[in-house]
Every structure is written in C-alpha cells, then in structure tokens.
Nanobody, 119 residues
C-alpha cells in the first residue's frame, strides 16, 4: 500500500508564494507520475501539474509561469512551488501518485491540504 502525506497549505495574500510538499511511502514501482490536483468549492477536481520519474513536467494553462513542480526521487517526494498567487488558486490541493507494475496502473491520493489566497 502507498501513503501520501502532504504539507504546506496555508493562508496567503494575493501575490504571495507558498510551497507544498508530498512524501510517498510504501511500494512504489519505477514507472510513475507524481502530481498535484486541486478542488475549489463547488467545482470539479482539476489537474495542476504532474512530473514523471524522469523529470518531464506538465502544467495546467492557468498556472504556467507561476507554479513549478519538482521531485526528489530518492525521497519519493514531490514539491509544488506556487508564486504570484491569485484568489482563484484557492482550493484544496491533493497530491497524486500513479504507478505502474506490468500492465496495471495504481492510483493513490493524499488527504488534501488547504490553500487560501486572500485579497
């Protein structure tokens, strides 16, 4: 089983910065994606950014140029540096791990961490 533990959510002012981290533990196969999703009240969960174990990244258009995802493979930890935060970035941010063994993908989620951007 895999566990994801997030940290770093907080209340921040518009234009401020925040850094999230997520540490994964358990059996994690070499082929995997780690990433961040978010869900605002009354909205569906949406992708923020993902990163492969090889370091390839993907971002939602709304965060490109402001957010940076990175990971430490030795620690099985993924980070999200968020700059120039806007009120619309307010949401619960969830860490996600997708890992594959043979032809089966396994999908894991963290418990979520609240990010609130105040104007």
């Amino acid at each position: 089983q895999v566990q994801l533990v997030e940290s770093g959510g907080d209340l921040v002012q518009v234009g401020g910065s925040l850094s999230l981290s997520c540490a994964a533990s358990g059996i994690i196969f070499p082929i995997n994606f780690m990433g961040w999703y978010r869900q605002a009240p009354g909205k569906q969960r949406e992708l923020v950014a993902t990163i492969t174990n090889g370091g390839s990244t993907n971002y939602a258009d709304s965060v490109k140029g402001r957010f940076t995802i990175s990971r430490d493979n030795a620690k099985n930890t993924v980070y999200l540096q968020m700059n120039s935060l806007r009120p619309e970035d307010t949401a619960v941010y969830y860490c996600n791990l997708k890992t594959r063994r043979f032809s089966t993908w396994y999908d894991y989620w963290g418990q979520g961490t609240q990010v609130t951007v105040s104007s």
